[in-house]
């Protein structure tokens, strides 16, 4: 079967290549992928930064971010041919640690997880794939093929959920938020936070185009510039680029008791001068809280697909803004200017 792979850490060795069937010990559910998102960590894995290749194989099946439809599932399994499902990116370490063993791999603390389509586990941009039911999620099937779309909702989720936790260490009744970075991440999260009811603000670079659009569709004001220049004094920002500035000028410009979580991961080797010590008196004297957030846990997939559900669908759909065929699976990988979220159409 076809699968598009790479060998980690090589540069440019990205190929729609063979691929043997998925074999039994993967799992008893037989699934058919239909659509794989390209993200961030694809592009990277694709550029020899990032990625391991399965035990006794050079190359690495790219896609984590996925929808599939169920070929065969065993009886009792909780699914049927027919389900559009997504499958789960990480696997618990085999040791486990502490939250591997209840089922937190997204707080691993030994790394020794796994991740399809990025750490030593083919991912999900092949013809077909074998799961067991426990990492097989069900999307509804109002939303179809935007069920594409939960693994990068399951990222937010996950931050949303552990931005709430943080706050409940004082009462806290937090209203603005500024999401920095108008990417998918950016917008769900986005989308996230007008479900709470709270006041979005969105910055990005870009002036025009469908990311000013999309911001002002969900009802959250969009921003571009600097921080400073959107007069916001944010209790919760999710920084979604990465951007060592945007970070640090996010400290600076947070409400007390605000809560900073970073989603994004930066490229090494860019250094900034910075006040650390005006910069630690800040955060001390106004409790001020920042934290990373990666992956998710299947109670992030189900908080994800719930959000997903109560969205605008038409809103969700413009946010992928191509889709392209698997004949052209090149295509999905090269940026282009106005690129949301790209889909690599694999069977529909
Ligand atoms: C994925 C996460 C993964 C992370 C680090 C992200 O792109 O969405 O599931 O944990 O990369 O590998």
């Known amino acids: 079967m076809r699968a598009v792979t790479v060998v980690p850490l090589k540069a440019n060795t990205v190929d729609l290549t063979e691929l043997p069937e998925p074999p039994l010990e993967d799992g008893p559910v037989l699934v058919k992928t239909r659509e794989i998102g390209v993200c961030g960590t ?17 190359r690495l099946a790219l896609g984590h971010e996925s929808l599939g439809e169920v070929l065969e599932a065993p009886e009792g399994s909780g699914f049927v041919p027919g389900d559009f499902v997504v499958g789960i ?8 640690c502490l939250n591997c063993a209840i089922g937190q791999w997204d707080m691993c603390r030994n790394g020794n997880y796994t991740e399809w389509g990025i750490k030593q586990h083919h991912g999900y941009a092949r013809e077909r794939y074998r799961i067991t039911p426990d990492f097989l999620v069900k999307v509804a099937p109002a939303l179809g093929d935007l069920g594409v779309l939960l693994e990068p909702t399951t990222v937010v989720a996950k931050a949303w959920d552990h931005i709430e936790r943080i706050g409940a260490r004082a009462k806290w009744e937090p209203h603005i938020v500024l999401v920095t970075g108008a990417g998918p991440i950016g917008l769900l999260a986005a989308l996230l936070g007008v479900q709470k009811d709270m006041e979005v603000h969105v910055l990005d670079q ?24 959107t007069g916001c004094i944010p209790d919760i920002v999710l920084e979604c680029t990465g951007v060592g500035q945007l970070v640090f000028d996010a400290m600076d410009a947070m409400a007390p008791n605000a809560v900073l979580c970073l989603t994004g ?16 008196r800040h955060m ?20 994800g697909a719930q959000a997903l559900a109560q969205a605008d669908a038409a809103w969700l759909g413009r946010l992928i803004s191509r889709r392209v065929p698997l004949q052209s699976w090149k295509e999905a990988y090269q940026h282009q200017p106005e690129d949301v979220k790209v889909v690599l159409e694999f069977a529909r």
């Open 42 to 58: 694809d592009i990277e894995i694709i550029a020899g930064d990032y990625g391991w290749a399965p035990t006794g194989s050079d």
């Open 89 to 96: 990116v990480r696997r618990p370490d085999p040791e486990p």
């Open 206 to 229: 870009v002036t025009t185009g469908l990311k000013p659009d999309l911001v002002a569709a969900l009802g959250a004001t969009y921003h571009h510039g600097d921080i400073a220049s």
């Open 265 to 280: 991961v930066s490229s090494k080797g860019r250094s900034l001068g910075i006040d650390a010590g005006e910069l630690n």
């Open 284 to 303: 001390v004297l106004e409790n001020d809280v920042v934290f990373g957030s990666v992956n998710a846990n299947r109670s992030h997939y189900e908080a």
